[in-house]
């Protein structure tokens, strides 16, 4: 995953769901992830999401599916169609850098602090 580990720790992990508000696998023992972040000054949530989100589709992706909900969460339809299109999310994050760039100078003049 690159740059986008930088400032959290990703481990495997086995659980075991506990009434999970879906009611999906309630008592089903699962493999996830625990994310532990190390650094909160380099730590980018959104940036660990798409590399997440474009390694699993990589090694899975005949199975890999999108909830409902997935497009109003981000946003747009955007994400899931480069994700579902394989592509890499260096290149999905390098499309973002011109309209972040643009939000935060019109952000920066409305911050007190």
Known sequence: MGDATVGVEVTATDFTANSPTDGKYTGVPLKGLRLHVTDRARYDPTRLA????AAIRAVHPDSFQFGKRFDLL???????AALGAGQPARAIWERWAAPLAAFRATRAKYLLY
């Not at 798409?50 to 989100?53: D, E, H, I, M, S």
């Not at 981000?74 to 899931?80: C, D, H, I, N, Q």
Request: cysteine-free.
């Open 50 to 53: 798409v590399a997440l989100l």
């Open 74 to 80: 981000a946003a747009g339809p955007e994400l899931r």
